[in-house]
């Protein structure tokens, strides 16, 4: 059985110089992965310079307006019109979802929304980002989610669900309801973070995510009626 030594004053000044840097190193990890892993709970107006609006539109280059034909988009006549820039979307108490969303297929992009969802405080909707339909109800990928218990929220549609909430407690302080609100979001790789009215309520690394998929936006399901509009809507992708 060996015998274990005492540490003296030299051993333990050797084991410093090795765990100090370790420490450090452990400690700027976790520093970093916790400014990725939550949303910024300040409230502060934290909006980059890409995400300005003005008179609804974004300010700089090679911005698409997503809204300027019918023809690039995927919808259900019954449920969503397109007129004049104005995308207008309608569902009552239906037991399916219905969703809209772009013909073309992104991988990085920003993107800036202005959005209402007029109803009840229950009813839900979402931006919708690489999303991958298989038909009007099924739509698995990201949401940028809006509604009761997810306005701020990052929630994946028939896979993780929940990825990121913003704190219920903080939304009525950010959100405008039954009327306009601004989301701005970045994808790029991974790493998804948007801005609600200027306030950054979702970042975070997601490995499991698609990395691509189509813009668009959620009727939900079983909901009283829900009237969701959208006036603004640029990508710019990024290379």
């Known amino acids: 059985m ?4 005492p540490y003296t004053r030299k051993s333990l000044h050797c084991n410093w110089r090795y765990l100090l840097p370790i420490t450090i ?9 916790s400014s990725l892993a939550q949303p910024d709970l ?8 890409s995400g300005t609006l003005v008179h609804d539109k974004p300010v700089g280059k090679n911005w698409v307006n997503l809204l300027a034909s019918a023809d690039d988009w995927n919808f259900e ?6 007129d004049n820039n104005l995308f207008h979307g309608e569902l009552g108490k239906e037991p399916q979802h219905h969703y809209s969303y772009t013909k073309k297929t992104y991988e990085d992009f920003e993107l800036n929304v202005m959005i209402k969802m007029v109803g009840d405080e229950n009813i ?10 298989t038909s009007w109800d099924d739509a698995p990928g990201y949401q940028i989610d ?21 704190p219920d407690s903080l939304v009525s302080k950010v959100v405008k309801y039954n009327d306009w609100n601004h989301y701005y ?46 006036k603004s809507l640029y990508l710019r992708e990024l290379k």
């Open 2 to 5: 060996a015998c274990l030594q």
């Open 25 to 33: 190193f452990l400690f700027l990890s976790f520093a970093w992965f």
């Open 42 to 49: 300040s409230l502060k107006n934290t909006l980059p310079k």
């Open 77 to 82: 006549p019954a449920y969503w019109k397109m």
């Open 124 to 133: 839900n909707s979402g931006v919708c980002i690489r999303i991958n339909p």
């Open 146 to 166: 809006m509604g009761k218990g997810y306005w701020g929220s990052l929630w994946e549609e028939r896979r993780a669900s929940m990825v990121q909430k913003f």
């Open 185 to 230: 979001i970045i994808a790029k790789g991974h790493h998804i973070q948007a801005w609600l009215n200027g306030v950054k309520t979702i970042d975070i690394v997601h490995d499991a995510g698609f990395s691509s998929g189509k813009i668009g936006f959620q009727l939900c399901h079983l909901h009283d009626h829900t009237v969701v509009e959208v």
